[in-house]
């Protein structure tokens, strides 16, 4: 059931052509995106429209990079730009429809609230910034990621940058903890979980793309080539190196939950730990699977709505579906993969605090149930998001709503 509903009986022309295009641009955010709290409904929603397009500028392989590069570092100003649209995609751009009509996004985007907007636009022009410079990067497009350090910086531009432009709609709205502005890593953390778990994920698709994201500095403890990692007399090699890999984004998941704990509202609840979880359930498909190396890999879709429902509840379910994930992978962790023990270590780090929260919040309600409690996995006050989705309480009802103004 829905969470808040779209009225759209008072919807423009354009904003209904905006919400079109999040169905066929999104195929996992749409949803969630259209449940949001009234608030911040059309600007998320405008925010990943934008941030598509971009990305449509970026992918685009048939548009030169002289081109390119000023559009990608000008994007942020185009988002004001009225009756701006595009059609110097390649015919086979799967959303070159949205920059056709792009014009819509921008009649919409005018009418957002200002604060809102310069965030949005501060992302948009940071991340434009970091595509053009790695489209500009000979070395990258020739062979993909090479260090670590550089993994993470790809990903915090098209990823990290996302959860922190996101965390200030939040706070600005009031639909979540301040104290998450202060905590950029795991704004950070809530991004690489997921790009990096896809990118775990995509490998083959990416491969018959000539991308390459996994970084060199890790695949090259395993195989000579990266093509190698395709070859079966090379499978065992390709399977720790992909453990070494699940390893890494492995290492933001604990972040991951301290940064729900921050969440003051449903919608925006079910809006951030939706994807966590389904990342999580990715992460355990892909551990040690050599399917991977063949197809995109997927969880069923009955996997994914038993997440979907157990992740619009509370934290204690997200922190029981992270658990369960977890056991999972560390079940099928192997003496034989050399990342044996830091995998062991990795899976009881993110169960322990998963199992603290859990343990906590029972606790917690046992004894009483108002907010006195002092812990808090932000260490601030109490997430005023522990407890059911309907309160029974009036008065802390009163709370909320005032919030919600
Ligand atoms: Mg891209």
Known sequence: MAVHERDEEKESPSLRTCFEYLDQTSRSFSSVIKELHPELLVPVALFYLILRGLDTIEDDMTIPLEKKDPLLRGFYKITEQEGWTFDGNGPDEKDRGLLVHFNAVIEEFLKVKPVYREIIKDITQKMGNGMADYANNAEHNANGVNTIKDYDLYCHYVAGLVGNGLTRLFVESGLAN?????????????????????????????????????????????????????????????????????????????????????????????????PQSMAIATLEKVFRNPQILKKNVKITKGSACAIMTESTQNLKLVCEVFRRFTRKIHKRNTPRDPNFLKISIACGKVSTIAFGALSSHLKTSRRSNNSSNRYSLLRTRKPLYWKRRTNPHPKRQRKSKKMHR
Request: with cysteine.
């Open 178 to 274: 301040v104290a998450l502005l202060d905590r950029p890593s795991l704004q950070e953390s809530m991004g690489l979980f997921l790009q990096k778990t896809n990118i775990i994920r995509d490998i083959k698709e990416d491969f018959d793309d000539k991308r390459r994201f996994w970084p060199k500095e890790i695949w090259s403890k395993y195989v000579t080539n990266f093509e190698d990692l395709f070859k079966p007399e090379h499978l065992d090699a390709a399977l720790n190196c992909s453990s070494e890999m699940v390893l890494n984004s492995l290492t933001h998941a604990d972040e991951c939950l301290f940064y729900l704990a921050g969440i003051k509202e449903q919608s925006v609840f079910n809006f951030a730990a939706i």
